[in-house]
């Protein structure tokens, strides 16, 4: 597994802009595929954006267009920069990895977005935008 740390959350109004960012403590993107999740109090993890080793990406139809993953290999870090926020956007914010070296595209496509294909997660940040 991999130790990640998000940053990056905070609170603004509808129609502002976040960046989040994800340290890895080691390099991980030649091997894994990562991506950004959220939860709500009382609700399951949802699927935001995902990327894959060879950099393509996914995202959830509630943030396309408007989020925008990317990774910085040199800073083992992972980003998720959020425009045109909207307070249904309000969530805690999680990255996550998984060792995805042995799979394919097509397997990827199909778990990218889903909290179960994930082994390392981070702890979290908080996301609040308000009306």
């Known amino acids: 597994q991999v130790q990640l740390v998000e940053s990056g959350g905070g609170s603004v109004q509808a129609g502002g802009s976040l960046t989040l960012s994800c340290v890895a403590a080691?390099?991980?993107?030649?091997?894994?595929?990562t991506a950004w999740f959220r939860q709500e109090p009382d609700k399951a993890r949802e699927g935001v954006a995902a990327i894959d080793r060879d950099g393509s990406t996914k995202y959830s139809g509630s943030v396309q267009g408007r989020f925008t993953v990317s990774r910085d290999s040199s800073k083992n870090t992972l980003y998720l920069q959020m425009n045109g926020l909207k307070p249904e956007d309000t969530a805690m914010y999680y990255c996550?990895?998984?060792?995805?070296?042995?799979?394919?595209?097509?397997?990827?496509?199909?778990?990218?977005?889903?909290?179960?294909?994930?082994?390392?997660w981070g702890q979290g940040t908080q996301v609040t935008v308000s009306s």
């Open positions: 080691r390099s991980i993107f030649g091997t894994h595929c």
């Open positions: 996550a990895a998984w060792d995805c070296s042995w799979t394919n595209t097509e397997h990827w496509e199909r778990v990218a977005l889903r909290p179960a294909a994930y082994l390392s």
